[in-house]
């Protein structure tokens, strides 16, 4: 079994960590820049994917390997999850939540059995200066609110989604 992870700046990694923490069994952890996409879903019977989401939405990485793997991937993928900045705290906010979930799974016939979102993180320090720009400019012009710091990562909440994907019936 693979988790793979598509990271940014490290908070989808750490929370995959948390995940497998939770899931408690071997689990292999793989970020999705680092894998051979053919190998890596022909070697593996079971999959959780996440990704952090962007500007753009979720890596580009990782839509690629679901679309270029489509045939070999169906009914391995047990779970996915997104981080984000978006709260699901309202119904706009859940509206564009589900919209990532779906841009995740459009190269699926049919969505993982469980799929989860997490809180990000966003350190302005670690960003590069192409990002800390566009971010600048998305906070001050689409959000209209000063653009700080944050960090709303679930490590609870991780190691729980990572408990209650080990029950599945899928394993």
């Known amino acids: 079994m693979a988790l793979i992870y598509?990271?940014?700046?490290?908070?989808?990694?750490?929370?995959?960590e948390w995940i497998k923490k939770g899931f408690n069994r071997d689990i292999d952890l793989l970020n999705i820049e680092e894998i051979s996409f053919s190998d890596t879903a022909k070697k593996y019977d079971l999959f959780i994917l996440g990704s952090g989401v962007w500007i753009d939405g979720v890596h580009?990485?990782?839509?690629?390997?679901?679309?270029?793997?489509?045939?070999?991937?169906?009914d391995k993928i047990i779970?996915?999850?997104?981080?984000?900045?978006?709260?699901?705290?309202d119904i706009k906010g859940e509206e564009r939540i589900e919209k990532?979930?779906?841009?995740?799974?459009?190269?699926?016939?049919?969505k993982p059995p469980l799929n989860e979102k997490f809180g990000g993180r966003m350190i302005i320090d670690k960003l590069n200066e192409k990002d800390r720009k566009l971010l600048d400019t998305f906070y001050k012009k689409v959000l209209k609110r000063e653009f700080v710091s944050w960090d709303?990562?679930?490590p609870k909440k991780a190691e729980?989604?990572?408990?209650?994907?080990?029950k599945t019936d899928a394993i």
Do not use: P, V, W
């Open 6 to 16: 598509a990271t940014r700046y490290g908070a989808t990694k750490d929370t995959a």
């Open 60 to 74: 580009k990485d990782m839509l690629k390997f679901m679309d270029t793997q489509k045939e070999e991937l169906q």
């Open 79 to 89: 779970a996915s999850f997104i981080l984000c900045g978006t709260t699901n705290k």
């Open 100 to 110: 990532y979930f779906t841009k995740f799974h459009s190269s699926l016939d049919k």
């Open 152 to 154: 709303r990562t679930e």
């Open 160 to 166: 729980f989604f990572g408990k209650k994907t080990r």
